[in-house]
């Protein structure tokens, strides 16, 4: 029997619950123990753990956040850190640890298993979709679906009063929640951190827009896009465009929340589930993936070496569509 310990580390997500509840249910199935890990790791270090029971999972699945809380511990980063947290974990007799979170809380798992000796698997648990090694993360179809309702509600008073707005939204390193909510909302440009923003061109093209009779626009701007944010771009190109009026909405934090939509339910489900199958075919750092439907097992250095690429054709689809 395997005791195992499961966290959820770094940014939070939707979704991760149902991916907890997945880790424990299958875990039981096994006649395995779970212990869960309150506030990644700080409450590894801080021994700030639980022996979960089919109570806590309860619903759960479609509450948003995480029940566990999450963290981000510096105190981990040091050896002296993860040695304390070692010994609380030998002391519980915890042989396994499943970890939900993104790349940095990956490298952590590496470290974690190295050090303690024993396999540590990882679940993708981040708003961003960056990770390399599955098609889809958990919690980035529920933050591009509220994004996307926001933009809805944000078109019609565009159309209203006839103005450009710029929304931004997250990824401050991936353009991959700017990319497919653009797409939705039907956007007259989408800027990301990935590619080069050129001001110029965007006027120029908004000066077409505007010449050919289009009163309202949305331009979706990641957070981290080169220009700077949606307030930056939209000044830089109020400057060069004064007649149509720009305003700016910032949506903010409303996109890590909320009830995970079904996709994310069950992409969690998958990998919850997964990574307890991993643990029961002898495998150790890797991250489980679901790539082209199937679920396959990357190891943890290569998810987080390498970065999910933005697809040149979802690129172009803007520029087709616009
Ligand atoms: P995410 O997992 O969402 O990418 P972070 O990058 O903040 O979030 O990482 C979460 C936590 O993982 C950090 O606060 C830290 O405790 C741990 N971590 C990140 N990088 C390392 C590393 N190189 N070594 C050990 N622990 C790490």
Redesign the pocket.
């Known amino acids: 029997m395997k005791h195992v310990a499961v966290l959820t580390?770094?940014?939070d997500a939707p979704g991760m619950n149902a991916c907890i509840r997945a880790v424990v249910r299958s875990a039981f199935r096994e006649g395995w123990k779970v212990a869960g890990v309150y506030r990644?790791?700080?409450g590894m270090i801080e021994n700030d753990l639980i022996e979960i029971t089919q109570d806590h999972v309860h619903n759960t699945i479609h509450r948003g956040g995480t029940w566990l809380k999450t963290?981000?511990?510096?105190?981990?980063?040091t050896v002296e850190?993860?040695q304390k947290a070692i010994s609380h974990l030998r002391e519980r007799g915890i042989d396994a640890v499943v970890v939900i979170?993104?790349?940095?809380?990956?490298?952590?798992a590496?470290?974690?298993s190295k050090e303690m000796n024993i396999p540590v698997v990882g679940c993708p648990?981040?708003i961003d979709n960056d990770l390399f090694g599955t098609d889809f993360t958990i919690g980035y179809d529920t933050a591009v679906n509220t994004a996307v309702e926001a933009v809805d509600r944000i078109r019609d008073t565009a159309t209203s009063h006839n103005r450009l707005f710029f929304v931004e939204v997250m990824g401050r390193d991936a353009g991959f929640i700017a990319l497919r909510t653009g797409i939705a909302v039907g956007a007259e440009a989408v800027l990301i951190p990935e590619t080069v923003t050129y001001i110029e061109d965007l006027s120029s093209k908004l000066a077409s827009d505007w010449a050919s009779q289009r009163r309202s626009g949305i331009i979706i701007v990641a957070e981290g896009d080169d220009q700077g944010g949606a307030v930056e771009v939209a000044k830089q190109v109020q400057e060069r465009f004064p007649q149509w009026e720009t305003k700016v909405t910032v949506l903010g934090h409303i996109q890590r929340g909320g009830h995970p939509s079904a996709l994310d339910r069950i992409l969690a489900s998958r990998m919850g589930h997964g990574a307890i199958q991993a643990l029961k075919q002898g495998l150790s750092s890797v991250m489980v993936g679901v790539k082209a439907g199937q679920v396959v097992y990357i190891p943890f250095e290569q998810a987080t070496k390498h970065h999910s690429e933005i697809s040149p054709y979802l690129l172009d689809l803007i520029e087709a569509l616009r």
Not at 71 to 77: G, P, Q, V
Not at 101 to 108: L, M, Q, V
Request: avoid cysteine; aromatic fraction near 10%.
């Open positions: 580390s770094g940014g990644g790791y700080q963290a981000r511990s510096e105190e981990f980063m850190g993860r979170g993104g790349d940095g809380s990956f490298r952590g590496i470290a974690l648990g981040t």
